[in-house]
């Protein structure tokens, strides 16, 4: 062992000698002079695009993105080598041509979106038809030229190589070592750069969500070679199975009726109220009617909940998708895709959808959210849902004072919201809106913006001589659930401005609120358990063999994921506290019962008449019922009540939850809604 190592050492030094002695670094330079100002060209060209994109220093100069860059750029451009004489040139420039076309694109949509173009939205041509003449007078504008340059300026270099005759035309075996040495060079720096990747990094490349993020980490362009290979994914899987799906469909829905046919105690209480959803970001049901001593952490939801109808066993059934699956299983009682997320990859499918069927029943309908429209691709999916207007950043006035976590604090996003709400409310008979809130938004770091609110245990403390003290033990404060709930506190006191408002300017008279958790916050389970079993003396968690220490186990974090749902009006005309389990896809079957409208397709249930018989399907295959929460991955569970239960209760929910996931993807992937899917799905492949 000891031989080889000292063996390989001796290698390395002599290459290190050999690079010194015969100069090999400025031979190679020298050789592949048209390779490096090509390299130097592309990478020049992404590095500006960051700069007149998202210009901070850290982000253009990002050492890891250019390196990420350098290696695309010289593992495609290794194959030159394989070309003879000019061939060689001509296939460089052809590769600069398509990078620096990238960074230009790019460049333009970035001034005009304030996000980086999709191939998958090269299927919108109606958009290109609106937009095209805007685009040419508003928006190319000088910065979006100067990527021409560093390919102005390799097309000299190479004339000039070649008026003084440096541009070498090689050997067969010249090329053929040429290529291998520049391809392995291109593959290490890739290697290299991977390995300084972080996992958060990694799952975002993989999600292509927050595009903004992956320009910024990984370069334009393996940016927009992942951006192909997840426009392409969707088409090919819908390429296959198209009939063994439909009749899936088919009979998965056969028995059902086009007509809702029962009625109960909600049936149409609503019809024809104006209706504001508002997605409560990471808004967990663990931190309703909390307090902290004795100060609530939600008092306005604890208020409205206790005004309201309140859905106390709700959970949602995001999967990779987060919001946008829950903005998606909301609105069409659909479950999240298998593959990539609906919003990214079938965003161009046909939707039966709330906003939809309430545009058929004369509502205006409109989607608000204070940050870049192509987060999560909504722009185009919020058009297919049935949206008529989707008010993202474009149309808030966002200066830095106003920013906390990922964008507009959430104050000022219901203040400058409520205008527009009101000019509707002038312009349209009636409305159906949702308004997504950002501030309550994971690392939850923003504290100081969040205002006071103290995570602490006050408490009193027996001491050794037998006298008693009170002390303020640190308890959650520092970690990420204290940060949590501070942040909740904070988007509580947004949403009780935001009622306060919304009452003065009259907007809540005619008016149903509907409020859900849109997920929860992804907390670590060990500060759940710090919570739960918190010794205030220690500052830590209690010894298990403590006769008051609680176990928590993963059952115990599963259900705790749980978020709120409310439906509240103004008059009271709802009340109470729902327990039965429910889910997000719950939601559209019992909101259309309530306010005249019924889809067929809907896989969830309205709660009233499946009550305790409910049960709420996961993308992973978990489900969850009054019973049960059933893990499919470990095959384990965990009883939520005290009854026997029949030998087949967990094989048959076990094969309705996967029937269900099987049908709903299919659904989304074959656009089986759409009556002419056969057609339409070959077309878009
Ligand atoms: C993005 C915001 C957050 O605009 O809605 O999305 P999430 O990270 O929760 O999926
Ligand atoms: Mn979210």
């Known amino acids: 062992m000891k031989k080889k190592i000292v063996k390989v050492k001796d290698k390395l030094l002599n290459f290190i000698k050999r690079i010194k002695n015969e100069k090999l670094i400025s031979k190679s330079i020298k050789?592949?002079?048209?390779?490096i100002v090509y390299v130097i060209a592309c990478v020049l060209n992404s590095t500006l695009l960051r700069f007149f994109t998202i210009p901070t220093l850290e982000n253009y100069l990002s050492f890891k993105t250019i390196i990420a860059d350098i290696a695309v750029v010289t593992i495609i451009g290794?194959?030159?080598?394989?070309?003879?004489?000019?061939?060689?040139?001509?296939?460089?420039?052809?590769?600069a041509t398509i990078f620096t076309v990238i960074c230009t694109i790019n460049s333009a949509y970035y001034t005009f979106y304030t996000s980086f173009a999709s191939v998958s939205m090269l299927s919108l041509t109606q958009y290109i038809g609106e937009v095209g003449d805007a685009v040419v007078e508003n928006v190319i504008q000088i910065k979006d030229l100067v990527y021409i340059f560093p390919l102005v300026f390799f097309i000299y270099y190479y004339h000039r190589l070649v008026k003084n005759n440096k541009y070498k035309k090689y050997s067969k075996t010249i090329r053929l070592k040429k290529f291998k040495n520049s391809i392995i060079t291109g593959t290490i720096i890739l290697i290299v750069f991977m390995v300084m990747l972080s996992s958060l990094e990694i799952s975002r490349f993989v999600k292509q969500w927050n595009r903004e993020y992956i320009v910024m980490k990984f370069g334009i362009y393996l940016y927009q070679g992942n951006d192909i290979v997840a426009s392409i994914q969707p088409k090919i899987s819908a390429m296959f199975g198209y009939d063994d799906a439909k009749k899936e469909f088919n009979e998965y829905y056969k028995d059902r009726n086009e007509e809702q046919d029962y009625n109960n105690e909600y049936t149409n209480i609503f019809e024809g109220r104006n209706v504001i959803v508002i997605h409560a970001e990471s808004m967990q049901d663990i931190a309703l009617n909390r307090t902290f001593n004795g100060e609530e952490v939600t008092p306005n939801l604890n208020k409205l909940i206790k005004e309201g109808l309140y859905f106390s066993n709700f959970y949602s059934q995001v999967s990779v998708g987060t919001s946008s699956d829950t903005e998606l299983t909301f609105n069409t009682s659909l479950m999240p895709t298998q593959n990539g997320t609906a919003f990214v990859s079938y965003f161009d499918r046909t939707y039966i959808a709330t906003p939809s069927l309430m545009?058929?029943?004369?509502?205006?309908?409109?989607?608000?959210?204070?940050n870049n429209a192509d987060f999560w691709n909504r722009r185009a999916m919020h058009e297919s849902l049935g949206y008529d207007k989707f008010y993202s950043k474009e149309n808030y006035d966002v200066i830095d004072e106003n920013i906390i976590g990922l964008g507009l604090s959430d104050k000022e996003f219901f203040a400058q919201s409520i205008e527009k709400i009101k000019k509707i409310s002038q312009e349209h008979e009636k409305f159906y809106g949702l308004l997504i809130t950002l501030t309550n938004h994971t690392p939850f770091s923003d504290t100081e913006k969040y205002g006071d609110f103290a995570v602490t245990m006050k408490t009193t403390i027996t001491n050794e001589d037998g006298t008693t003290s009170e002390i303020e033990a640190p308890y959650l404060e520092g970690t990420k659930l204290g940060n949590y709930f501070k942040s909740v506190h904070y988007a509580d006191e947004a949403l009780g401005e935001f009622f306060t408002k919304m009452n003065e300017e009259g907007l809540l008279d005619n008016t149903v609120v509907i409020l859900y958790g849109d997920h929860d916050?992804?907390?670590?389970?060990?500060?759940?358990?710090l919570m739960n079993n918190y010794d205030p003396v220690t500052d830590d968690i209690k010894d298990k063999d403590d006769p008051t220490y609680e176990e928590y186990d993963s059952f115990d974090y599963e259900l705790d994921r749980k978020v709120p749902l409310l439906i509240w009006t103004k008059d009271g005309k709802v009340k109470g506290e729902v327990n039965y389990t429910m889910g997000m896809y719950d939601v559209m079957p019992t909101i259309g019962n309530m306010l005249g409208f019924y889809n067929k397709y809907a896989l969830g249930h309205d709660i009233f008449e499946t009550k305790e018989n409910n049960i709420v399907v996961f993308p992973n295959g978990n489900w969850i019922t009054d019973k049960m929460y059933y893990n499919s991955q470990k095959g384990e569970y965990k009883l939520l009540k005290d009854e026997i239960i029949e030998d087949d209760y967990i094989s048959k929910n076990n094969e309705y939850t996967e029937k269900l996931l099987d049908v709903s993807n299919k659904a989304i992937v074959f656009d089986l809604f759409n009556p002419n899917s056969e057609e339409t799905v070959s077309k878009k492949n």
Do not use: D, Q, V
């Open 31 to 35: 050789e592949n002079r048209l390779f």
């Open 78 to 95: 290794s194959f030159s080598y394989l070309f003879k004489g000019k061939k060689r040139y001509i296939y460089l420039l052809i590769w």
């Open 359 to 370: 545009k058929e029943k004369g509502y205006y309908t409109f989607s608000m959210h204070a």
């Open 521 to 529: 916050a992804r907390l670590p389970k060990n500060e759940y358990n």
